[in-house]
């Protein structure tokens, strides 16, 4: 009758006449985000999402036009649990090359959580809120750091190539290479 979730089992939904519970987008992408987690971007489905949610696929079809639309949106949810998790942690009075650290460490740890959605989201030119909220937010740290309009602009595309280039090339598993790599940037740019 109603609706459970658990990690492990698909919500029940009773079936006839009017659906007691009426789905929303947030519910389709609520239901993908964990299999997106479990099994990256290539192995996800709209019939695997339906599954999860106890419904059929065509259900799922109208709240996304495709598989495509589904990941897209799916990626924007991943890039605004970056801005999160970014803006829960950082402190007002962090220092400008310790706030672009932060920020590009925290995009790291998430992009790794979801397997397959940095390279579907790098290679696009597709425009993103989510995005977008990251990068003022670096670039809002490249100007406490003393940088004007024009060199934090070029700072900032050196930062996402990279750390584009981390992301998408086989890279070690120590973050620190990382933080040691943008510090390095950060302060050959000083």
């Known amino acids: 009758m109603g609706t459970t979730t658990t990690n492990t089992e698909p919500i029940k939904r009773t079936r006839g006449g009017t659906q007691p519970l009426p789905l929303t987008r947030s519910d389709i992408l609520d239901a993908a985000m964990p299999l997106l987690a479990a099994h990256g971007v290539d192995a996800l489905t709209v019939k695997a999402v339906a599954d999860e949610l106890g419904i059929s696929s065509p259900a799922v079809y109208h ?14 949810r991943v890039a605004a649990e970056v801005n999160r998790n970014v803006t829960n942690e950082l402190e007002t009075d962090m220092a ?16 790794a959580r979801y397997p397959g959605v940095a390279a579907r989201v790098l290679p696009t030119r597709r425009p993103s809120r989510a995005e977008a909220e990251s990068t003022e937010t670096v670039r809002r740290f490249l100007r406490q750091g003393g940088f004007d309009e024009a060199a934090a602009d070029e700072l900032l595309a050196a930062l996402q190539h990279l750390f584009g280039g981390w992301l998408l090339d086989t890279r070690p598993t120590d973050p620190r290479v990382l933080e040691r790599s943008i510090r390095w940037l950060l302060k050959g740019a000083q």
Do not use: K, P
């Not at 400008?96 to 992009?111: H, I, K, P, Q, Y």
């Open 96 to 111: 400008w090359d310790d706030g672009v650290v932060a920020v590009l460490l925290e995009m790291d740890r998430t992009f």
């Open 63 to 76: 709240y996304v036009s495709n598989r495509d639309d589904l990941l897209d949106r799916l990626c924007e």
